[in-house]
């Protein structure tokens, strides 16, 4: 048995500023140095200069590829023998099967049984073996403790380890290495492990740069913790933003966090689904939620940094369900007031539809999809009701279609 196969994150240490140098030394040659991006055009919708750090195009996707490498590289020949166990349903998993293979160190993840099968082959891609328990993180998360004890394997924590911690702490430093002068940085927030890096790296050498983390609104525990001086559980919320959805911080990143931090604010779904789609058609880039989330918060409270601060908005990862991001896509385009579901209630007969389709054709708007409903119990008989998916070129082409349904006397609701 292994000294790390019997996880006690009492015994923890925070890792220093040469930790983090050590780190970067040992992915020297493996991991990208992403690209710090300067944005005219975040910068022009938030009222300062942002520049994004460009995580969600890191190997695997994601920044969490670093502290796993960290960790991985600073076993001892007996500990790499042994190999290594993780538990994680998503970037984690994936950044621990990659680093183990470049490091030839055995591997195995536990993942739910309910996990995304998209997510599940992938972190096979990478080499590791994967083998599914609960229906959970918690219950996943103890079924890896207990392996671990039973074949002597290493537990490579996502985020409550000072290895991981000084491998994540080095987004900081190629931050310092890109950027003579900044004001700020903004980063996602989840189990801390990349905030408590990156405090740890930024502030060593410029300790008046502003470190703020976001979290989601419905899973604000590093927020309430710092609020009350002490470790906090919240309840499970809904957020599409999986990557931060913790319910509890680590109690090594908290006492990091508490410390360098100089705030943690919050951000809702909606916000950030309209950061993925502006991302997506702005700047070409494929951002996950979890990853948006510190750029969603800007873009609505982009007045609390000055017009004149240089920004770092950290893009922490790109792994999106292909489903997920469709639903992005139409939300997005809602949200932006270019496309719209109206329904009509017509009479049922020939050429109702034809001429309300005439009328929508002569305003230069196009029809993404029609649904014709006469059989529902809420449609009067001799009536039919029509749902039009419309796309539009602004909202002022809502207001027009409005006063031609007027006209015609349809009788008309806007859905979304």
């Known amino acids: ?124 891609s990478y080499g590791a073996s994967v083998v599914q328990r609960g229906f959970n993180y918690e219950e996943a998360w103890e079924a890896t403790q207990e392996m671990a004890k039973r074949e002597g394997r290493t ?43 990156m ?13 703020i983390g976001v979290e989601s609104k419905a899973f604000p ?22 990557g931060i959805s913790v319910k509890s911080p680590g109690r090594l990143t908290f006492d990091i966090v508490s410390r360098y931090l100089d705030d943690i604010v919050l951000v809702d779904d909606t916000t950030i689904v309209k950061t993925m789609f502006l991302l997506m058609e702005r700047a070409k880039l494929v951002v996950e939620p979890a990853g948006a989330a510190s750029l969603a918060y800007l873009l609505t409270n982009g007045h609390t940094a000055g017009k004149k601060e240089k920004v770092v908005s950290i893009l922490s990862g ?44 002569e305003l230069s708007v196009n029809i993404v999809e029609v649904e014709h409903d006469r059989l529902s119990s809420n449609i009067p008989a001799g009536t039919a009701g029509v749902y039009l998916s419309l796309e539009l070129e602004s909202e002022k082409n809502v207001s027009k279609l409005i006063e031609m349904f007027k006209k015609k006397g349809i009788e008309f609701r806007v859905v979304s």
Request: proline share 4%; glycine share 10%; hydrophobic share 45%.
């Open 318 to 361: 790109g792994n999106v369900d292909m489903y997920l991001l469709g639903q992005v896509v139409a939300k997005g385009l809602m949200q932006m007031g270019r496309m719209v579901k109206i329904f009509i209630l017509l009479p049922d007969k020939p050429g109702a539809l034809k001429d309300v389709v005439d009328g929508i054709a």
């Open 1 to 124: 048995m292994t000294a790390d196969s019997v996880w006690s994150p009492g015994r923890l240490r925070a890792p220093s500023y040469d930790d983090i140098v050590k780190a970067q030394e040992i992915m020297n040659g493996i991991v990208r140095k992403t690209p710090l991006q300067y944005s005219t055009t975040f910068s022009r919708l938030v009222g300062t200069s942002i520049h994004l750090k460009l995580e969600c195009l890191q190997l695997t996707g994601s920044f969490k590829v670093r502290g796993a490498l960290a960790k991985i590289g600073g076993l001892t020949e007996k500990q790499a023998g042994h190999g290594v166990i993780a538990a994680s349903a998503g970037n984690h998993a994936q950044g621990v099967a990659f680093a183990s293979a470049r490091k030839d160190v055995p591997c195995t993840i536990v993942m739910p049984k309910n996990a995304s099968p998209a997510k599940v082959a992938a972190t096979k």
């Open 199 to 211: 405090a740890i790296a930024v502030k060593a050498k410029r300790p008046n740069v502003k470190i």
């Open 221 to 242: 525990a590093m927020k309430e913790s710092m609020k009350k001086g002490s470790l906090q559980s919240v309840k499970a919320g809904y957020t599409i933003a999986d």
């Open 155 to 197: 537990i490579i924590h996502a985020f409550d380890d000072p290895d991981v911690i000084a491998g994540q702490g080095t987004v900081g430093l190629e931050i310092l290495e890109d950027m003579s002068s900044l004001d700020r940085i903004y980063l996602p927030v989840g189990g801390g492990g990349l905030a408590a890096g």
